[in-house]
């Protein structure tokens, strides 16, 4: 019998059948492969998550603890050696028989019935407004552009061209409801008194409404135009296309718009304190300009992280409550479709 040979060395371990004597082993490298596609998403948002630590967390910690401390102007230099004072902050903040409380409720009613205002009427245009633009016709393109300049303008541009607008001697509204329309008797003062509310509200609604024009724009693409070819072949009209096909089918993008825009309504500093600078008038005192004017003006930084701090708790039941209701009717009707 003959004995072949492979290799120089008659000692060295012969190969496995069917890999090749330099294969190396896969389970180091399968390992390696394995850890580097698990960690490589986490390494990738560790600068989002470091940045978001940095600009949010942070602060609303800092912010929580401040709640906690007597911090007043004699403290800003080193608020660290502020004294506690417990739930005093939060006991006077809610203290609705109190000057100080009853103003802050005051604030959080004007708040609720602005927000609920604009954030209805911004749905409602915005809606509108994407219907109409969904057909096509000469021009569509350059009003779509039209109607996203409100939105792409920059805040504080915007709001003073307003406050020029709203001026009582020679603003344009006076110009065009008491001069030209002579709706009024006499021009009326925009910016103080019972009527800074509704110029509060004109312009939230004229800033935010093409954010909602925009995403339910957006919504609409997703919806098949088969659907309302067979509508129509059906005998179905036009309202009773928009209650059956249009309206149910943008159930799910209406949640998510109704929740951004409660938050960004309910938040918005931005506005009030451009339109009215810092002191806002009594009956377009909102929270957020509120809650400024308690920690800035008043120098008592306690007390107004307090009331921040009761802001984000109703904010974060109002946020919940709401999700848990869509949530649970959003399963009842996939199970009532089923």
């Known amino acids: 019998m003959t004995t072949t040979t492979v290799s120089g060395d008659p000692g060295a371990p012969t190969a496995a059948p069917g890999k090749s004597p330099g294969a190396a082993a896969p389970g180091p490298r399968r390992r390696a492969g394995w850890i580097r596609r698990v960690t490589l998403p986490y390494l990738l948002l560790l600068p989002a998550l470091v940045l978001e630590l940095l600009v949010h967390l942070v602060p609303m910690v800092i912010g929580i603890v401040m709640s906690f401390k007597q911090l007043t102007q004699f403290y800003i230099r080193d608020w660290g050696t502020a004294p506690w004072s417990g739930f005093d902050n939060y006991k006077v903040s809610v203290d609705f028989d109190a000057p100080i409380g009853e103003a802050l409720l005051h604030s959080f009613a004007v708040t609720v019935g602005f927000t609920l205002l604009s954030v209805g009427l911004c749905w ?17 393109g350059l009003l ?4 996203l300049v409100p939105y792409a303008l920059p805040v504080y541009a915007a709001v003073i061209t307003w406050v020029f607008m709203f001026q009582h001697d020679n603003g ?9 329309l002579h709706l009024t008797d006499k021009p009326s003062f925009w910016l103080i008194g019972d ?6 509200l004109v312009v939230s609604v004229w800033k935010g409404w093409p954010f909602a024009f925009l995403i339910v724009m957006a919504g609409l693409q997703n919806i098949p135009r088969e659907l309302y070819e067979a509508a129509a072949l059906d005998g179905a009209g036009q309202w009773q296309q928009l209650r059956r096909i249009t309206l149910p089918s943008l159930r799910p993008v209406n949640q998510v718009l109704v929740l951004v825009l409660f938050l960004w309504t309910f938040n ?18 909102l929270i957020s300009v509120h809650i400024y004017q308690a920690s800035f003006v008043s120098w008592d930084f306690g007390t107004g992280s307090a009331m921040s701090v009761l802001l984000l708790l109703f904010l974060l039941v109002v946020t919940g409550t709401y999700l848990a209701i869509t949530s649970r009717t959003s399963r009842g009707r996939k199970a009532a479709d089923v």
């Open 268 to 285: 918005d500093f931005n506005t009030p304190y451009v339109l009215f600078g810092r002191a806002a008038p009594e009956a377009a005192d």
């Open 172 to 180: 344009l509204v006076n110009h065009v409801l008491h001069d030209q």
């Open 144 to 147: 779509r552009a039209l109607f």
């Open 124 to 140: 409602l245009i915005g809606t509108a407004a994407a219907i109409c633009m969904q057909d096509t016709f000469r021009g569509r």
């Open 195 to 200: 009527n800074s509310f509704v110029a509060l």
